[in-house]
């Protein structure tokens, strides 16, 4: 069982800036894990991607955040973060942390909580 722990959340101004980090651990066994990425869920609304990052560092990003949000991981860690500059009130969510195991197992975070006030 892998475990994931979210951090960095919080309540922030339109136009500043958050890091969210998130670490993936699983206790008695070595985790070997492809995908990483962070969803969000708005208040009232399904959750959607935000951007994932290979083990190669490939990205992916939602056109919503492309050249606002920097996704990035460290893999001696198995580690992800977030970097989101120029956020906007409509960034306000629930931010899930995601990895996917190379045996194609797919694990969640509980969420962090992201406010951008306007």
């Known amino acids: 069982q892998v475990q994931l722990v979210e951090s960095g959340g919080g309540l922030v101004q339109a136009g500043g800036s958050r890091r969210l980090s998130c670490a993936a651990s699983?206790?008695?066994?070595?985790?070997?894990?492809?995908?990483m990425g962070w969803y969000r869920q708005p208040p009232g609304k399904q959750r959607e991607l935000v951007a994932t990052v290979t083990s190669g560092h490939s990205t992916n990003y939602a056109d919503s955040v492309k050249g606002r949000f920097t996704i990035s991981r460290d893999n001696a860690r198995n580690t992800v973060y977030l970097e989101m500059n120029s956020l906007k009130p409509e960034d306000t969510a629930l931010y899930y942390c995601y990895a996917r195991r190379i045996i194609g197992v797919d694990y969640w975070g509980q969420g962090t909580q992201v406010t951008v006030s306007s």
């Open positions: 699983a206790s008695g066994s070595s985790i070997s894990i492809g995908t």
